[in-house]
């Protein structure tokens, strides 16, 4: 499994505090990409969780900003491995 995450506050839905922002991309042990989001607000206790397979756009870009790329170098006995793919990230390297 591979996992990157990241944090940081938003405006709470119902009342407009700063809330807590959690977002997280998995890569599962069976090649199946996931992602999950939360938000937590101290001021009212109210939240909100989503989840899916496709990576959001912000949410992607934003990872890119804040980890980077990665460089995939694989041993000659490698056959199928595990990549989490940026789409319109041009090519991969190696």
Excluded: F, K
């Amino acid at each position: 499994m591979i996992v990157e995450s990241l944090e940081g506050s938003v405006p709470c839905t119902s009342c407009r505090a700063t809330a807590q922002w959690h977002g997280v991309q998995v890569l599962l042990d069976d090649d199946t990409p996931r992602w999950d989001t939360g938000t937590a607000c101290p001021a009212c206790g109210s939240g909100m969780a989503a989840c899916g397979r496709e990576l959001p756009a912000g949410m992607r870009e934003r990872m890119l900003t804040e980890h980077g790329r990665a460089v995939l170098r694989l041993e000659p006995s490698a056959r199928r491995p595990a990549v989490m793919r940026v789409p319109g990230s041009g090519s991969a390297s190696g």
